[in-house]
C-alpha cells in the first residue's frame, strides 16, 4: 500500500525532531587555536576528565555545534535516545545522606595506619 505524501512529510518531520533531542558520549579536545591550559573551563557542558586527562561529555545537538563553531575537536562515541531515565537510578538525597554516613563512620571506627612521625 502506498503512503501519502503528507504521511511521509510527518513521519520524517517527527523522526529529525527525535534526532535533535539526542544524546551523544563524545570526547572534546582542544582545537588548533587553543592558546591557553584552562580552555576546558569555558565549554559549559556536565563533563568529566577521565583517567587519561581527556575531556569526557554528554552532549545535545546543540551543543555539538556550539563546540564545533568555537573550533574544538569533538568525537563521538555513542548516541543515546532522549526519555526519561530509568527511576531506579535515581538517588535521593536522604538515600545519598545514609550512603555517605555509612562511609563516614566505617572510616572513624577504622581509621587505618598511623602515620609514620619522625622523633
Excluded: C, H
Excluded at 544524546?23 to 563533563?47: C, H, M, Q, S
Excluded at 573550533?71 to 532522549?82: S, T
Excluded at 527511576?87 to 555517605?100: C, G, H, N, Y
Aim: glycine share 6%; hydrophobic share 40%.
Amino acid at each position: 500500500m502506498k503512503r501519502s505524501k503528507k504521511a511521509n512529510a510527518e513521519e520524517r518531520q517527527e523522526r529529525n525532531a527525535a534526532l535533535l533531542k539526542m544524546r551523544f558520549g563524545a570526547t572534546i579536545y582542544p582545537g588548533r587555536e587553543t592558546k591557553t591550559k584552562d580552555w576546558a573551563d569555558d565549554l559549559n557542558v556536565d563533563r568529566v576528565s577521565d583517567a587519561e586527562g581527556r575531556v569526557r561529555a554528554l552532549i545535545t545537538v546543540e551543543d555539538l555545534v556550539r563546540l564545533l563553531n568555537q573550533g574544538l575537536e569533538v568525537r563521538l562515541y555513542a548516541a543515546y535516545a532522549d526519555g526519561p531515565l530509568d527511576p531506579a537510578l535515581i538517588v535521593t538525597d536522604s538515600s545519598f545522606e545514609r550512603w555517605l554516613e555509612e562511609q563516614v563512620s566505617a572510616l572513624k571506627s577504622n581509621p587505618g595506619p598511623t602515620p609514620f612521625l619522625k622523633p
